[in-house]
T-cell receptor, first 116, second 110 residues
Framework: DTGVSQDPRHKITKRGQNVTFRCDPI?????LYWYRQTLGQGPEFLTY????????KSRLLSDRFSAERPKGSFSTLEIQRTEQGDSAMYLC??????????????FGEGSRLTVL | EDQVTQSPEALRLQEGESSSLNCSYT??????LFWYRQDPGKGPEFLFT???AGEEKEKERLKATLTKKESFLHITAPKPEDSATYLC???????????FGKGTTLSVSS
């Protein structure tokens, strides 16, 4: 079990550029989540996949944000035309299949985005 | 609107000085209350799930309790390695996403 892996760990970009983050969940986990966290705040939910289907999206996920999970394995989160307000830590989490929501999410170490 | 509120924002303790962190929630049809620990620069790490009022869970020096309106994380005789931000969360609406509080940053000095 190698845990949830995120890449890159740090990204510095200029306003208006596009960025893409990748998340590799724990292999047997079919649920995958993206969260965003800014300094002094708790993680804020962005979107949720079960296998390859995107089942939930937060209103925080503007049309500049797009997430995919082809084949139900790794996931990507793309931000187009970045703005300074997009600067944050982007966290990916996964959880195993099951009917009971135990609330136990396995988080990666995050991808920190700085928009200049 | 569903909300999770934590207090205090920050807490400084001496090693061995027990205390409690508070998490109050206004979530209709609560389907669990969850506690996480987050170290600087890392993702949150799951600690506990509580489902019903009166339930308690323990792990080493930590004990989580739940009432109908709030949850407490009790820290008994803390050590410096317990220093971290503690987050509580609840399921958002009918989905599986979690709504997190802002966290309590605990600092334990020796």
């Amino acid at each position: 079990d190698t845990g949830v892996s995120q890449d890159p760990r740090h990204k510095i970009t200029k306003r208006g550029q596009n960025v893409t983050f990748r998340c590799d969940p724990i292999s047997e986990h079919n649920r995958l989540y993206w969260y965003r966290q800014t300094l002094g705040q708790g993680p804020e939910f962005l979107t949720y996949f079960q296998n390859e289907a995107q089942l939930e999206k937060s209103r925080l996920l503007s049309d500049r944000f797009s997430a995919e999970r082809p084949k139900g394995s790794f996931s990507t989160l793309e931000i187009q035309r970045t703005e300074q307000g997009d600067s944050a830590m982007y966290l990916c989490a996964s959880s195993p299949p099951g009917l009971l929501n135990t609330g136990e999410l396995f988080f990666g170490e995050g991808s920190r985005l700085t928009v200049l | 609107e569903d909300q999770v509120t934590q207090s205090p924002e920050a807490l400084r303790l001496q090693e061995g000085e027990s205390s409690s962190l508070n998490c109050s929630y206004t979530v209709s049809g609560l389907r669990g209350l969850f506690w996480y620990r987050q170290d600087p620069g890392k993702g949150p790490e799951f600690l506990f799930t509580l489902y019903s009022a009166g339930e308690e869970k323990e792990k080493e020096r930590l004990k989580a309790t739940l009432t109908k309106k709030e949850s407490f994380l009790h820290i008994t005789a803390p050590k410096p390695e317990d220093s971290a931000t503690y987050l509580c969360a609840a399921p958002w609406q009918a989905g599986t996403a979690l709504i997190f509080g802002k966290g309590t940053t605990l600092s334990v000095s020796s």
